[in-house]
Nanobody, 122 residues
């Protein structure tokens, strides 16, 4: 059974940092590139970062220089380090597989976890 469990969100002031974690079932994690997506109120879900099984990374232009994606294959966990957060980063963040790293290509899967809320506000 596919499992995706995101955590680490919260309320942070502009300029602050957060680290998100996502524990995935081994069946999908071990063979797939993984990514972080976000969905702000009233907007479509967007893919912001991806990492291949071998560690090749890419991030969207909107977060370049501020967000870093990493993965621990032994723990079936993918992380998103978010620095210099802006109010426009406010969204629910999800992890899932990605179809491509360069260019970033989102999954077509209809299965999603609960996500974790990130709110950037003073």
């Amino acid at each position: 059974q596919v499992q995706l469990a995101e955590s680490g969100g919260g309320l942070v002031q502009p300029g602050g940092s957060l680290r998100l974690s996502c524990a995935a079932s081994r069946s999908i994690f071990s063979i797939n590139a993984m990514g972080w997506y976000r969905q702000a109120p009233g907007k479509q879900r967007e893919l912001v970062a991806g990492i291949s099984v071998g560690g090749i990374r890419n991030v969207a232009d909107s977060v370049k220089g501020r967000f870093t994606i990493s993965r621990d294959n032994a723990k079936n966990t993918v992380y998103l380090q978010m620095n210099s957060l802006k109010p426009e980063d406010t969204a629910v963040y999800f992890c899932n597989v990605v179809r491509g790293i360069s260019p970033l290509t989102p999954t077509l899967s209809e299965y999603w976890g609960q996500g974790t809320q990130v709110t950037v506000s003073s």
